[in-house]
């Protein structure tokens, strides 16, 4: 039996009352950006938001979840599948990264469907800079359906 990886989520201040069902499915059946978990059990040792922009809770939420034993923090699907996605992503990852020497990875849960195709039909993600930052959450087109 392989270690269990400690993780922590970071959600948007937007989803604040999200019941993190999603995210939860995702860890449980290794979907989304929890795909890179498929040989190793994982275990849960934060949740919380970024407290709203420009990401005041980052720096305190990031310190708790180490404490707690997270080698990895996550930063929910929701930032950025959100409208607009949070203008931030790459300030949080880079600082969680530096600060706390830890792996930081976009995104839980699969995108849903229908803000994949949103996002498609606005362009937002058409930038470069966005294909590393959704790699981890893209998925198939059925997938994409169960996550709406």
């Known amino acids: ?22 995210c939860l499915r995702a860890m449980k059946n290794k979907e989304g950006a929890f795909s890179r978990y498929a040989d190793a059990g994982v275990e849960l040792v934060g949740l919380t938001t970024c407290a709203g922009c420009p990401g005041g809770n980052i720096e305190h ?43 930081v990875i ?3 849960h699969p995108i849903p469907k229908r803000y994949f195709d949103m996002h498609t039909r606005l362009g937002t993600w058409d930038a470069p800079v966005w294909q590393p930052l959704l790699a981890p959450t893209m998925a198939d087109e059925a997938t994409r359906a169960l996550y709406d």
């Open 61 to 103: 939420a990031g310190e708790e979840m180490v404490k707690n034993g997270a080698s990895v923090i996550h930063l929910a699907t929701g930032m950025v599948v959100g409208y607009p996605p949070c203008p931030r992503i790459a300030t949080f990852k880079a600082y969680l990264e530096k600060r706390h020497e830890v792996d």
């Open 106 to 108: 976009v995104g839980t």
């Open 1 to 22: 039996m392989h270690a269990k990886t400690r993780i922590g989520i970071i959600i948007c201040d937007r989803y604040r009352c999200c019941a993190g069902g999603k």
